[in-house]
């Protein structure tokens, strides 16, 4: 091998190595909210201008470097709850759309029912309708009073 190449490697590693051990030992935060208030408010105030740009040149770094009295007054904002849900219940004409959807459905649910229970029993077409018609009622039935007790998941 080329003794360039293994001197240049070998700095590498040394290089690597120091930059190690200049790391801090603990976990970074995951994100800026798991940073205190506090720490925050000492970084920025300690915080130096870039190298190519002269301090009088930005004017906004007068206000960065307000005394540390200062800072307990300019804490973050309190989360606010959120307002309460309304809980007016339903109007009338939702209640009337509500039951006569959930018929609609149970009677869909029932007349399948009863199509495939008169084709596995092959019942003439006097018996078919009977088979048919009867529990696409009931359950029209039971499905529409069900709507009155139904809890609307979209209040």
């Keep these: 091998m080329d003794p360039d190449l293994v001197r240049e490697q070998a700095e590498a590693e040394r290089e690597a190595l120091a930059l190690l051990r200049k790391k801090p030992a603990g976990p970074a935060p995951a994100n800026a909210a798991s940073i205190p208030y ?3 408010a000492d970084a920025v105030q300690d915080a130096a201008p870039p190298p ?5 040149a930005i004017p906004a770094m007068t206000a960065l470097q307000a005394p540390a009295a200062a800072l307990p007054d300019a804490q973050p904002p309190e989360p606010q709850a959120a307002p309460a849900p309304r809980r007016e219940g339903l109007s ?3 209640r009337l759309g509500r039951f006569i959807s959930f018929g609609l459905a149970g009677a869909m649910l029932g007349g399948g029912l009863g199509i495939v229970a008169a084709n596995y029993m092959q019942l003439p077409a006097d018996l ?20 009155l007790y139904a809890e609307a998941s979209y209040e």
């Design 52 to 56: 190519h740009e002269e301090p009088a």
């Design 38 to 40: 506090a720490i925050l």
């Design 128 to 147: 078919a309708k009977l088979a048919i018609f009867g529990p696409a009622a009931v359950l029209a039935a039971a499905c529409a009073i069900a709507s």
């Design 92 to 94: 009338m004409a939702a």
